[in-house]
T-cell receptor, first 113, second 115 residues
Framework: AQSVTQPDIHITVSEGASLELRCNYSYGATPYLFWYVQSPGQGLQLLLKYFSGDTLVQGIKGFEAEFKRSQSSFNLRKPSVHWSDAAEYFC???????????FGAGTRLAVHP | DVKVTQSSRYLVKRTGEKVFLECVQDMDHENMFWYRQDPGLGLRLIYFSYDVKMKEKGDIPEGYSVSREKKERFSLILESASTNQTSMYLC??????????????FGDGTRLSIL
């Protein structure tokens, strides 16, 4: 069965530091992969998505993610974190058909000033 | 700007009540979804709809039903609310068709408490 694992439940970084959030998926074929962000009290906002082609994808708010087929990973990165990046981040995979998504459990990011 | 609107941000109901959660999207999207979000579990799909009057069960449909009479509106119904249905409920929509799935657009959620 398809699944998404986000190994880190909570991560704390200092403002200005670099960030990497991990995501591993289990899916037989080439997946469609997404990262979403949820600010407190808000719905989810799409940060970026990967379908095919260049394995390094750029998203909004200065985020990027790299698809590594050999590691079944799609890690999210940002070179310099801002206090406003504090939120919960969800990785998701779309196995196909009707745009259904399977979400990971999320990683809550805290940013220290 | 695209918009998915959930009728209530906060809702308190009593055990056994029939509860309706409403969602409206203004993007003319074919697909609509209902999720519940619980700490440590991420988002779990309850039901989705890919067309008017069409629905499919998601991963946790028990205790819920849905209605889609118009393309822009997707309702989630708790037939007889129970305390274990206390949760955050998120509605989403996405464009249908095409060769690759489009991203889903989410509402701000309804935090439902069942007492």
């Amino acid at each position: 069965a398809q699944s998404v694992t986000q190994p880190d439940i909570h991560i704390t970084v200092s403002e200005g530091a670099s960030l990497e959030l991990r995501c591993n998926y289990s899916y037989g074929a080439t997946p469609y992969l997404f990262w979403y962000v949820q600010s407190p009290g808000q719905g989810l906002q799409l940060l970026l998505k990967y379908f095919s082609g260049d394995t390094l994808v750029q998203g909004i708010k200065g985020f990027e993610a790299e698809f590594k087929r050999s590691q079944s990973s799609f890690n999210l990165r940002k070179p310099s974190v801002h206090w406003s990046d504090a939120a919960e981040y969800f990785c998701a995979v779309a196995p196909g058909g009707y745009n259904k998504l399977i979400f990971g459990a999320g990683t809550r990011l805290a940013v220290h000033p | 700007d695209v918009k998915v609107t959930q009728s209530s941000r906060y809702l308190v109901k009593r055990t056994g009540e029939k509860v309706f959660l409403e969602c409206v999207q203004d993007m003319d999207h074919e697909n609509m979804f209902w999720y519940r979000q619980d700490p440590g579990l991420g988002l779990r799909l309850i039901y989705f709809s890919y067309d008017v009057k069409m629905k499919e069960k998601g991963d946790i449909p028990e205790g819920y039903s849905v209605s889609r009479e118009k393309k822009e509106r997707f309702s989630l119904i708790l037939e007889s609310a129970s305390t274990n249905q206390t949760s955050m409920y998120l509605c989403a929509s996405s464009k249908g068709g095409g060769s690759a799935p489009a991203g889903q657009h989410f509402g701000d959620g309804t935090r439902l408490s069942i007492l």
